[in-house]
């Protein structure tokens, strides 16, 4: 079974690495949410045209993952299990952590009458992958982790992490620094061209019976 995944890429050594937070389990559901907020009223406008928007639509994925120590501890891999028994499910969890923070700490704070354009920094590059029809560029907007057993040593063993995203456009995305906004770019124009032809292929014979009938009630 295809597992879901968080995709990290951080460059180093002259290149762009991987770090893959791979879903221990899949959420069982996935609250995927579309708001269109139509576009601001100018100064003096008395009316507008109300199908008028502004650009894409805003994009968010909420979830929640389960994650335990159990399949760790018992990996044919020698390394995975100390790694497992010396922290639990702690990197698991540092690594979603990361998502949320800058890549670096950015530069020194201004001196005294020096201005700087804001922000100084960036989070990473995240690449939201649900099956091969769904890889997204996103944004970590909230992080809820829910550490619910331990060890002796109190290294969690099992959690719950309630995820929050914001998918990015094509369009936000052409701020974003170096090379990893290009692939970023890639996977959000792939997703969206898929989106497409999927919803051409949706018009079937009952949705050409559909537009039929409202034709024949119109005219």
């Known amino acids: 079974m295809m597992k879901g995944a968080l995709v990290e890429f951080i460059a180093a050594f002259g290149t762009s690495l991987p770090n893959v937070v791979i879903f221990q389990f899949n959420p069982e559901t996935l609250l995927h949410t579309w708001s269109q907020p139509p576009p601001p009223m100018q100064a003096g406008q008395t009316g507008s045209n109300p199908m008028a928007v502004s650009g894409l639509p805003d994009e968010t994925f909420s979830f929640s993952l389960s994650m335990d120590v159990a399949d760790q501890l018992t990996d044919p891999n020698p390394a995975v299990r100390a790694a497992a028994t010396a922290t639990g499910i702690y990197a698991r969890l540092a690594a979603l952590e990361m998502l949320l923070f800058p890549l670096d700490d950015g530069p020194a704070a201004p001196a005294a009458g020096e201005s700087r354009p804001t922000p100084s920094a960036q989070v990473p590059t995240v690449l939201f992958v649900w099956g091969a029809g769904r890889i997204l560029p996103v944004r970590v907007t909230r992080l809820?982790?829910?550490?619910?057993?331990?060890?002796?040593?109190?290294?969690?063993?099992?959690?719950?992490?309630?995820?929050?995203?914001?998918?990015?456009?094509?369009?936000?995305?052409?701020?974003?620094?170096?090379?990893?906004?290009?692939?970023?770019?890639?996977?959000?124009?792939?997703?969206?061209?898929?989106?497409?032809?999927l919803a051409v292929s949706n018009l079937g014979a009952a949705a050409q019976s559909m537009i039929g009938m409202l034709r024949g009630a119109l005219n």
Do not use: M, Q, W
């Not at 002796?152 to 929050?164: C, F, K, Q, R, V």
């Not at 936000?172 to 124009?189: D, F, M």
């Open 144 to 197: 809820t982790i829910t550490e619910k057993l331990y060890d002796a040593s109190l290294n969690p063993t099992h959690a719950d992490a309630a995820i929050e995203l914001r998918v990015l456009t094509s369009e936000e995305l052409k701020s974003v620094s170096g090379p990893l906004g290009g692939l970023a770019t890639t996977a959000y124009n792939y997703t969206r061209g898929l989106r497409k032809a």
